[in-house]
């Protein structure tokens, strides 16, 4: 697999991200789905799917503390392109016994219980979206931040055990606002408050011209640090997650 997926790199690395999700489309018929964080790359990405009618479904997780405008923007999203984005939602005795054993803003207490709520909120529903699909894409990007900085077009995701496709890898923060102005893309409304990128309310800040665009998720964190679990990277390659006692 390792060996086909180098080829497939060679063959996609200088594509258009159109171009890249037909291909994936026709190359993993059924077994291929987009993860959703509602973010501009995402976005695009839905737009791409939805307007060229590629036939890829999209989901999103809903981790229960999102802000009021990434509820609004599914909304929205769905209404503009005639979708319907599936939602998954961590599981609710899981998060009730964490929030009782930890309280509700257990994140700020230290790293293993804010990876412990992330891995309730967001790693363990992503799973069940994943589960019928052996390729899913992201809108991850090598610009986003240094934890992200050796992400490929396409790899072998080994942590969930998948092919992971990332059409706008090489795209920077230009190109993804161009187009998301010149086609009309639906975005978050936080986006014009200096929230370049958004996740759960808690976790998440306004951050200042020219700062790095993660720098506002899990701020309290050494840049290094700052990934829920669903995606890190090492080389070449995306590597298991520190193991979290749940």
């Not at 969930?160 to 998301?180: C, E, G, M, S, Y």
Request: charged share 25%.
């Amino acid at each position: 697999m390792i060996s086909e997926i180098q080829r497939w790199q060679v063959l996609l690395d200088d594509q258009q991200p159109r171009d890249i999700l037909q291909w994936a489309a026709r190359q993993f018929p059924g077994k291929i789905v987009l993860a959703s964080a509602l973010g501009p790359e995402a976005q695009i990405l839905t737009h791409l799917i939805a307007r060229s009618r590629i036939d890829i479904p999209v989901f999103t997780i809903d981790t229960g503390r999102l802000f009021n405008e990434t509820h609004d923007l599914i909304h929205r999203t769905n209404q503009t392109y005639h979708m319907k984005i599936k939602v998954f939602s961590p599981d609710a005795l899981d998060v009730e016994d964490m929030v009782n054993a930890h309280g509700p803003n257990l994140f700020l207490e230290n790293r293993d219980l804010r990876k412990r709520c992330c891995v309730f909120r967001k790693v363990m529903p992503l799973q069940r979206a994943l589960a019928p699909y052996e390729t899913w894409i992201t809108g991850m990007r090598r610009e986003q931040s240094v934890t992200r900085a050796a992400a490929r077009v396409i790899d072998w995701d080994e942590q969930h055990q998948r092919i992971k496709l990332n059409p706008l890898v090489h795209w920077t923060a230009d190109q993804i606002w161009d187009f998301i102005r010149s086609n009309n893309v639906p975005h978050s409304t936080l986006h014009e408050m200096g929230f370049p990128s958004i996740g759960c309310a808690p976790c998440t800040r306004a951050v200042e011209t020219g700062e790095d665009p993660r720098s506002g998720r899990w701020w309290w964190e050494e840049p290094e640090q700052r990934e829920c679990g669903i995606h890190i990277i090492e080389g070449r390659i995306v590597r298991q997650r520190e193991p979290v006692t749940v």
